[in-house]
């Protein structure tokens, strides 16, 4: 079974503090992607990363950063977070697709971040 | 971008087969539509995912129209157990490529619920 971890379910932080937000496959997966989830809005895309070190912004990165050392682990960082940003985080990550679409994700179980 | 539009809600009953509608006027010619399930407290989970006309596996299928405009997600003989949020996600494959990503688009999602 594919196994996306993420390094917390719940995290309460306070604004202007740095926040890391940890992800982990252990698929071999070579795309990782961040999104946030807020209730009427969806998911949506923060940031995509299709190898080591390799990174593109989805729809909303403004305000946060990504970090991609090695392939099984993929960060989102908070470099000073703010109320706006609490949200549900959700990590996913598939192979590579060629052909035929974008192929299956696999989500993580989320972290619920609180900015106070 | 792909915009999608789905219901917010619907509701059912068990037994019933369900379907779910997903517009996307804008659909672009490499896009595919894919669906996924979201329970509470996980990350969502990969339905099934088409291009054109039919597609079907062991738990949905998925009708698209010539124009590819809208798609429609088609539940058999639902349970209480499919109870979930639905999500419908119109875009390319993520791969490799700078300028070659294609941006994937959650819709809002529909809320199901399936009463006895």
């Known amino acids: 079974d594919v196994k996306v971890t993420q390094s917390s379910r719940y995290l309460v932080k306070r604004t202007g503090e740095k926040v890391f937000l940890e992800c982990v496959q252990d698929?071999?997966?070579?795309?990782m992607f961040w999104y946030r989830q807020d209730p009427g809005l969806g998911l949506r895309l923060i940031y995509f990363?299709?190898?080591?070190?390799?990174?593109e912004k989805g729809d909303i990165p403004e305000g946060y950063s990504v970090s991609r050392e090695k392939k099984e682990r993929f960060s989102l960082i908070l470099e000073s977070a703010s109320t706006n940003q609490t949200s549900m985080y959700l990590c996913?990550?598939?192979?590579?697709?060629?052909?035929?679409?974008?192929?299956?994700?696999?989500f993580g179980p989320g972290t619920r971040l609180t900015v106070l | 971008l792909a915009k999608t539009t789905q219901p917010i809600s619907m509701d059912s009953y068990e037994g019933q087969e369900v379907n779910i509608t997903c517009s996307h006027n804008n659909i672009a010619t490499n896009d595919y539509i894919t669906w996924y399930q979201q329970f509470p407290s996980q990350g969502p989970r990969f339905i099934i995912q088409g291009y054109k006309t039919k597609v079907t596996n062991e738990v949905a299928s998925l009708f698209i129209p010539a124009d590819r405009k809208s798609s429609t997600l088609s539940l058999p003989r639902v349970s209480l157990s499919d109870t979930a949020v639905y999500y419908c996600?119109?875009?390319?494959?993520?791969?490799?490529?700078?300028?070659?990503?294609?941006?994937?688009?959650f819709g809002q999602g529909t809320i199901l619920t399936v009463h006895p």
């Open positions: 990363s299709y190898d080591v070190k390799m990174k």
């Open positions: 996913a990550s598939s192979f590579p697709q060629w052909a035929g679409g974008p192929g299956e994700q696999f």
């Open positions: 996600l119109v875009g390319d494959k993520a791969n490799a490529g700078g300028t070659s990503y294609g941006k994937l688009t």
């Open positions: 698929m071999d997966h070579e795309n």
